[in-house]
Antibody
Framework: EVQLVESGGGLVQPGGSLRLSCAAS????????MNWVRQAPGKGLEWVSY????????YYADSVKGRFTISRDNAKNSLYLQMNSLKAEDTAVYYC????????????????WGQGTMVTVSS | DIVMTQSPDSLAVSLGERATINCKSS????????????LAWYQQKPGQPPKLLIY???TRDSGVPDRFSGSGSGTDFTLTISSLQAEDVAVYYC?????????FGPGTKVTIK
């Protein structure tokens, strides 16, 4: 079964750090670009970051640029999001999402999503 | 940056009736070289992650019922549910993947009248 499972969410104080992980299974991880998408409580979807297969091409939303770092370990079939200098407005469910892989180095639609992990930034 | 808007914010449709959701991008998402629009539609039910319904503006993803269809080009797009079923109650989002930052529309909530 094709699956993405996020972990690492939790409660953190403003200014703190958290590292999210996404474990991929059921497909060839090294054939797909990956993304993080977040959803604040009761709100819509916000794209956060994209990473190419090799990790050589990375994009971020302006709202997280300079604070968040996306990475991947292809040997471990895992995607990561290091989040530093967290703010209250970063509170959200964070989803990892697989790029369709129809084109390399160009984002495509997201065809597989994890169940998400909740991040709460509060004192 | 490309900004996505959707209308209406919500709509109530009787079972078996047609539901139509509109999405507009602030600039064209059409790749002239391939004549394809980098526009996707997702369905999100309460407590679940989004599910891809449509990509390239009009191509249904695998397993998506044919009552869902997408149309449009350039900056104006439409998702149509031809005969609403109870299981279609959800929030629907459009998304452009033409350029970064990738962007979603604000969503349209579909309920049963």
């Amino acid at each position: 079964e094709v699956q993405l499972v996020e972990s690492g969410g939790g409660l953190v104080q403003p200014g703190g750090s958290l590292r999210l992980s996404c474990a991929a299974s059921g497909f060839t991880f090294t054939s797909y670009e990956m993304n993080w998408v977040r959803q604040a409580p009761g709100k819509g979807l916000e794209w956060v970051s994209y990473i190419s297969i090799s990790g050589g091409t990375i994009y971020y939303a302006d709202s997280v640029k300079g604070r968040f770092t996306i990475s991947r370990d292809n040997a471990k079939n895992s995607l990561y999001l290091q989040m530093n200098s967290l703010k209250a407005e970063d509170t959200a469910v964070y989803y990892c999402a697989r790029d369709q892989g129809l084109r390399y180095f160009e984002p495509d639609a997201f065809d597989i999503w994890g169940q998400g992990t909740m991040v709460t930034v509060s004192s | 940056d490309i900004v996505m808007t959707q209308s209406p914010d919500s709509l109530a449709v009787s079972l078996g009736e047609r539901a139509t959701i509109n999405c507009k991008s602030s600039q064209s998402v059409l790749y002239s070289s391939s004549n394809k629009n980098s526009l996707a539609w997702y369905q999100q039910k309460p407590g679940q992650p989004p599910k891809l319904l449509i990509y390239w503006a009009s191509t249904r993803d695998s397993g998506v019922p044919d009552r869902f269809s997408g149309s449009g080009s350039g900056t104006d797009f439409t998702l149509t549910i031809s005969s609403l079923q109870a299981e279609d109650v959800a929030v629907y989002y459009c998304q452009q993947y033409y350029s970064t930052p990738l962007a979603f529309g604000p969503g349209t909530k579909v309920t049963i009248k």
